[in-house]
Antibody, heavy 127, light 110 residues
Framework: QLQLQESGPGLVKPSETLSLTCTVS??????????WGWIRQPPGKGLEWIGG???????YYSPSLKSRVTISIDTSKNQFSLKLKSVTAADTAVYYC???????????????????WGQGTRVTVSP | QSALTQPASVSGSPGQSITISCTGT?????????VSWYQQHPGEVPKVMIY???KRPSGVADRFSGFKSGNTASLTISGLQPEDEADYFC??????????FGTGTKVTVL
């Protein structure tokens, strides 16, 4: 069973870079079917899509975060990573990694659904 | 790319039906049949309930249904159960491999 696990510092100082890693277990990150994404949720607020990466390394970012975000993939480690630079208090959130893509019971593939999520990691931006 | 608009809260009694709306634009909801809905209980991870506007993943109760018309999608919960009390978020494909989530709706079972 595929599992995702986020890891990284829980506290980041303002103006510094937030760095998180998502480790995938129980399956290969190199599958061409899927896309690996990051989503965040500020305290008491809604979900915000940050961006994602294919096994090829092609990346896609939210227009509002594009200037500060870098997502990368390391297929040899079965991991993908998020870097968000110049953070402020507004970046305080629970950060989730997720797999985009779903195979139904008949084997039909639907790409545009975030089926499997990590447990999330809380990151606080504070001096 | 602005967040999709959802009502902040919706409530209903056990057994009743409720509907949550999700309003976007012609650039997201209106352009694709790719709206998904996620349920999130407090302190838990979001779980997909509906994808591609109206499809249910295996294991999701058939009292959850999705519909879309124009720039607005909706999630209906029929025969509301106490365990349905949670936050619900819609999400739409926005083109060019981008996605936008809704503002979220808190469902309360009275």
């Amino acid at each position: 069973q595929l599992q995702l696990q986020e890891s990284g510092p829980g506290l980041v100082k303002p103006s510094e870079t937030l760095s998180l890693t998502c480790t995938v277990s129980g399956g290969s990150i190199s599958s061409s079917s899927f896309y690996w994404g990051w989503i965040r949720q500020p305290p008491g607020k809604g979900l915000e899509w940050i961006g994602g990466v294919y096994h090829s390394g092609n990346t896609y970012y939210s227009p509002s975060l594009k200037s500060r975000v870098t997502i990368s993939i390391d297929t040899s480690k079965n991991q993908f990573s998020l870097k968000l630079k110049s953070v402020t208090a507004a970046d305080t959130a629970v950060y989730y990694c997720a797999r985009r893509g779903y195979y139904d019971s008949s084997g039909h593939y639907s790409p545009d659904v975030f089926e499997i999520w990590g447990q999330g990691t809380r990151v606080t931006v504070s001096p | 790319q602005s967040a999709l608009t959802q009502p902040a809260s919706v409530s209903g009694s056990p057994g009743q039906s409720i509907t949550i709306s999700c309003t976007g634009t012609s650039s997201d909801i209106g352009s694709y049949n790719l709206v998904s809905w996620y349920q999130q209980h407090p302190g838990e991870v979001p779980k997909v309930m509906i994808y591609e506007d109206s499809k249910r993943p295996s294991g999701v109760a058939d009292r959850f249904s999705g519909f879309k018309s124009g720039n607005t999608a909706s999630l209906t919960i029929s025969g509301l159960q106490p365990e349905d009390e949670a936050d619900y978020f819609c999400c739409s494909y926005g083109g060019s491999n981008t996605y936008v989530f809704g503002t979220g709706t808190k469902v309360t079972v009275l």
